[in-house]
Every structure is written in structure tokens, then in C-alpha cells.
């Protein structure tokens, strides 16, 4: 069990760069080792029988392990976090632990695609039943609570449209009924939003994205609140789902950069969202940083910043989308973000009920690296031209 090492309120890039270990458990070394390990032994059978010693086999952790879970801890005030091989494991494993036969969930209606998959089918397999929710409901989650809700899954902002939460809101009618709050936190990361400090209880990541920031890693954490984390860990315990430790390892090393990486990430997607947001051929540009958001109230009273990850509505059909996309040369089309290139994907709507409707147009999804924004402007330019003469 990971838990924080309570070192005080320090500056984030401080607890980035010194969470989650100390160098003299190491020799001095500055990054804790990578331990490659399933078997542990045991000094003698009485210590053997009881288990009394900290480490009992690798599923359980290890020093690589509990190194990375403790910085965590730290970044999002969690009285435990578990680490697991993806960030759409970090999505199923608190789910399956957490949820029964018989129980009702609420999602919002604007989640991750492999989020809502798991849902309408495994989860409706195993006898759950799964509602969907706008995103702007706010208060009004109370109108879809039954005898039987036991968890609200949420995710702020959406995927590829980035509506806000009211957060806050649903989280105080979920902890009346006693229901279990869960948010994907990938896009903000703890740097820029703490779930637990706005009465989430579970908080996930898939740390694939900018904890790991070089696109070359797969990696989820989730972390629990006092009251969830021990169901939490024995959720993870039972499936089994632990993570390797050289991925364990390049995300723990990630961290140190992250967020610097993240400053720059967001000041270049504003200064790129604002250009934008002025060109013939883009109906709409959809940050919620921008004052033109519909949530950019929300966003401004709960977040502290932005990451690289916006959408625009590009103005036409098909054909101008892949005009656009096609004529792109720095941005690699390509899925995932949170890497230190920009990335560029046309997106699909299809799958959302009740909060579908029409934009205006095709959605492409902007992930804004670490080049220069200039060389940014330049290559969506020499896009919106392709996508105008398509």
C-alpha cells in the first residue's frame, strides 16, 4: 500500500522533480533501480507463513513500483494509487471492482470511446446497468439517481468536444447517496486539476499521455480516496493487472519533466487556439481556456491550466478533412497525444445519445507539442488552404 510521505505544500514542479523516493534508500543514486522481479524470498518459514516482511511477490509491488505510486500520492493527495498496464486499465479495474450485478452507473455521455465499449458490453454482460448523462447536467445528476446508483463515471473535460463539469456539483449529490465518483483526469493531469480536493473519490489517468510525454509508453494509474483505496487495491490485487517496471520506470522519469513540458504544451495550444479561432474555413475552435467556450466559467474556477489537446470544427465534409489532414507536415496523424510531437486526427461523434448534435462541420483533434508555434501556424495554414480549394 503507497501512501503520501506528507513532506508539506510545496511547488508542483517541485514535488515533480523530488516525489515519490529518497536517493539514500539507494546509495545516492538520483533515480530509484528498476527491479525486475517476481519471486521474493522469505528468510524463514514463520516469516514465510505470515507474510511479514514488505515485500511478498512482484504483483504486490516492488520498489520501482511503490517509487512512482508514492509520487503520485503526492500529486493528487491520495491515500493510495495502484499502477496498471494502460490508461484503459486504469478504467476497468476500479470499474469491475467497484460495480455488481444489479447496480445502476452513470456516464457521461461524452467519454472516452474504449470507455463507453467496456461499459455497453462487459460491464452490461456482468448484469450492470449503464445510463448515459449530459455532460451539462450539473445538479440535475440528482434527477437520474435511483435505489440501485452506486457509481457516477465522469470525465472533465469530454473527449474531442471538451464540455465541463460541474464537478463540484455532481460529487456533493453523489456523497448524499453514497455513490462512488470516479473522473478521468487524463487531459488536466493533477498538475493543472485534483480531483479528490473537489470530492471525487476515485481519480484516473492514463499516464500513456503526458506523465510518460515521449509517445513510446503505456502506463494507467488510479488513485483513492481513504474510503475507496482499500476496495481499490484488492480490486487490483485480484486481477492481477500490474504493471512492468522499465514502463513503470520511463513514466516515473517523465515525471521530473512533465510539468514544464505542460507549461509550454499550454501556452502554444492558446496562442495556436487564438489564431485559429480568427480563420476563414474553422467554424469553432473547442477549448475551454477560450473565453468562446460554453464552459470556460467551469473551467476557469476549478483548473489551473490547460494541456495541448483542443478540437476544431473544420467548415465542409469528408473531403475537406482529409485535405486538411493530408497536407499536413508536422503534425503526425496519429491517435493517442500527450507526447512531445503534435498530432492531428479527424474524430468521430457517432457513439454519444444524449448529448449528440451537429457541429457545423468535421471535429479534428489538435494535440499541440513541444514545436515552435510559429512552425505550428505555418503548417495549419498551408492546411486550411488545402482544405479550401478540396
Not at 277 to 304: C, M, N, T, Y
Amino acid at each position: 500500500m503507497n501512501r503520501p510521505t506528507g513532506k508539506g505544500t510545496k511547488g508542483i514542479n517541485t514535488l515533480l522533480t523530488h516525489s515519490g523516493y529518497n536517493p539514500r534508500d539507494y546509495h545516492g543514486f538520483v533515480n530509484p533501480p528498476v527491479v525486475h522481479g517476481s519471486t521474493v524470498l522469505f528468510p524463514d518459514a514463520r516469516t514465510m507463513k505470515a507474510r511479514n516482511q514488505r515485500y511478498t511477490y512482484g504483483t504486490r509491488g516492488t520498489p520501482t513500483s511503490d517509487a512512482l505510486a508514492a509520487a503520485v500520492n503526492e500529486l493528487e493527495g491520495s491515500a493510495g494509487t495502484i499502477i496498471v498496464p494502460s490508461g484503459l486499465a486504469a478504467i476497468t479495474v476500479p470499474l469491475l471492482g467497484f460495480l455488481s450485478a444489479g447496480d445502476h452507473a452513470l456516464f457521461v455521455d461524452t467519454i472516452y470511446f474504449p470507455t463507453r465499449r467496456f461499459a455497453d458490453t462487459m460491464l452490461r454482460r456482468l448484469g450492470v446497468e449503464v445510463e448515459y448523462y449530459d455532460p451539462e447536467i450539473g445538479a440535475g445528476i440528482r434527477d437520474l439517481l435511483k435505489p440501485n446508483t452506486k457509481l457516477i463515471f465522469t470525465e472533465s473535460p469530454g473527449s474531442n468536444t471538451f464540455e465541463m463539469q460541474d464537478i463540484p456539483a455532481i460529487t456533493a449529490i453523489a456523497r448524499e447517496a453514497g455513490i462512488v465518483t470516479m473522473l478521468d483526469n487524463t487531459w488536466a493531469t493533477p498538475v493543472y486539476f485534483k480531483p479528490l480536493d473537489y470530492g471525487v473519490d476515485i481519480s484516473i489517468h492514463a499516464a500513456t499521455k503526458y506523465p510518460a510525454g515521449h509517445s513510446d509508453v503505456l502506463l494507467g494509474t488510479v488513485s483513492a480516496n481513504e474510503a475507496c483505496w482499500e476496495t481499490l487495491w484488492e480490486s487490483y490485487l485480484t486481477l492481477g493487472t500490474c504493471a512492468g517496471p522499465d514502463d513503470v520506470y520511463q513514466v516515473l522519469r517523465g515525471l521530473r519533466t512533465m510539468g514544464v513540458r505542460l507549461e509550454r504544451h499550454q501556452a502554444t495550444a492558446f496562442e495556436v487556439a487564438r489564431w485559429l479561432e480568427g480563420q476563414s474555413g474553422v467554424a469553432r475552435v473547442l477549448h475551454p481556456g477560450l473565453e468562446s467556450h460554453p464552459g470556460h466559467a467551469i473551467w476557469k474556477r476549478d483548473f489551473s491550466g490547460a494541456s495541448g489537446l483542443f478540437s476544431i470544427v473544420l467548415e465542409g465534409g469528408e473531403k475537406q478533412a482529409h485535405a486538411f489532414l493530408d497536407a499536413l507536415e508536422i503534425f503526425g496523424l496519429g491517435a493517442s497525444w500527450g507526447g512531445y510531437e503534435c498530432l492531428a486526427a479527424q474524430v468521430s461523434l457517432a457513439d454519444r445519445t444524449v448529448s449528440a448534435r451537429n457541429y457545423g462541420g468535421e471535429i479534428i483533434r489538435l494535440q499541440i507539442g513541444l514545436e515552435d508555434a510559429a512552425d505550428i501556424i505555418a503548417d495549419l495554414a498551408g492546411a486550411l488552404e488545402a482544405a479550401a480549394s478540396a
